[in-house]
């Protein structure tokens, strides 16, 4: 990988999220060994897991420039706050939650927005009034529906982004997206604004879902997520 870029991923489900596994520490040093030195945590409808992550960093002085973030399930599909100060609730009119996010000053990501098994906005995406950059690339969706967001970002001048949307530790660096060597958050959310980034990596295969739909099942019968 080269010096003179940052590799970043803006997608990823800690112990947080109902369906996935991964505990904090071992999830940022999995990152560290992928040279991935941006990271948001976005788990599901909440924050809780940002506060220890944080410390975590700090603790053990990983070279990881933490991003806070969230995805929000809105009453017509998902979308992706970064850099905000405030958990945002779930299940609001999309309008609302957009706004939400632009009052906090954060930056909106729309994952997956065709993939229609994992809520993505599908053709709610014209509703969304403010700039926005989109995933057209996630490790987790097919490749004909990272293809359809691709057409829809270069057909609407929006900023490009690739996320692992992991859940697993070995889903980690599967893909990135890169962008100018940025040593700020706000170099870096200005690098999205700018659509300095590109995308990098591949799409894992279909079976680390397997992994998502029995922790789901698992947290439901046993509630073991914190
Ligand atoms: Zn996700």
Known sequence: MDEEVTYCDFHSHTIYSPDSSMKIKQMLQQYVKKNISVLAITDHNTTAGLKTAHKTIKE????????????????????????????????LPLEETINQIKEQGATCIVPHPYDFYRKGLLWNLNKIKMPFAIETLNARSFGPL????????????????????????????SAYTQMPYSTTKEEVLKNIKTKKTICCGKTNPWWVHCFTSYRNFKNKFFKSHP
């Open 60 to 91: 053990n002085n990983l070279p990881i420039m933490l991003i806070n973030g969230e995805e929000i399930k809105t009453n017509c599909g998902e979308v992706i706050a970064l850099d905000l100060n405030e958990e945002i609730k779930k299940g």
């Open 146 to 173: 990272n293809y359809l967001s691709k057409k829809y970002a270069i057909q609407n001048n929006l900023a490009q982004i690739a996320s692992t949307d992991a859940h697993t530790y070995m889903e980690i660096g």
